[in-house]
């Protein structure tokens, strides 16, 4: 606190002041001793979210999961997207989850049909069996995209998103991505692979495995595929099964690197929980590869099918996370 003091004058003089000496040097900067801990401002801070996080689930659409909820139309009216329990178009003796496209929907992720989770899953292993519709002959240049996913936007932390994606213009390729970032800062890795060719058309970050077997009949519109990926802190795995009794073919394991420095998710490695989604959209921006002109809206109310969409948590990197994050 600053004190000014105030004399009364009196008539009298009073001599000038001597000036104040100048301060002494300062003293060499000293480096302080490492006490093996961060500075404050270089510690990003572990948001604790007072979420509720599901345990672990399959669910095959025989009946109402009050733990899901389905996107309502963008334009309102009657919804006929969704039908639990259909027949399926394509194997015998399965019924599924069919979501239907509506070609009034707008253009854009969320203006399809989309089933989520209500509340949050995180760090475990998540799968779907589903497929895609055949569009070739109706509309080859239909411009519509498919996926199983993670997703969350937080307002201050930004993106948590974990993508398994199919664009039914060419159903031989696979997209695999995750986002981190905030705003225009997003930070995305991904790879793209034409499983039918066993091609590698693109792979950011890092590049494991270098090479891939192909299924030399996949179609990802033709049958129904088991798209999975597993989500730890520091390796996200993504990987493929032609049906529940083969083995897994791993098509990239990404193990988190700096790539994004002074970020909150350093590695591109997603760090927040969010909603396990499945979902079918018409787009304009998510092009299948060298298929510039398959951007068209859709003229039919083409079906997706859904058999099962299944999560298990990995209770002992979640339950380290919560202790880290309340701390």
Known sequence: MLIALAAASCGKEYPTPAPAPPPPPLPPEQEKPDSGEQDEEDVLEIPFKDVILYGEFREDFSESASFLRFSPKSNGGEDFRYYSGHPSLSAANTKVMMM???????EGWGKGPQVLTKDYTFYGSYSARMRVPDIKKAQKNLGAAAGVYVYDVDDKYGHSEIDFELRVADPT????SAITG???????????????????????GENSPATIT???????????????????PDKITWWIRKDENTDRIVLWE?????????TYA???IPVLPAHYTTSFWHSTSRLAQGMASAKEAPKYPFEMEIDWMAYEPFDDLINEWKENASK
């Open 266 to 268: 350093p590695t591109g």
């Open 214 to 232: 192909a299924i030399s009949d996949f179609d990802a519109s033709k049958k129904f595929y088991i798209y999975g990926f597993d989500w730890t």
């Open 100 to 106: 239907r496209i509506d070609p009034e929907d707008g």
């Open 254 to 262: 990404y193990i988190g690197k700096e790539l994004f420095a002074g």
């Open 182 to 204: 905030t705003g225009k800062d997003q930070n995305r890795i991904s790879r793209t692979i034409n499983l039918a060719k066993g091609t590698i058309i693109e792979s950011s």
């Open 173 to 176: 390729i696979v997209y695999l």
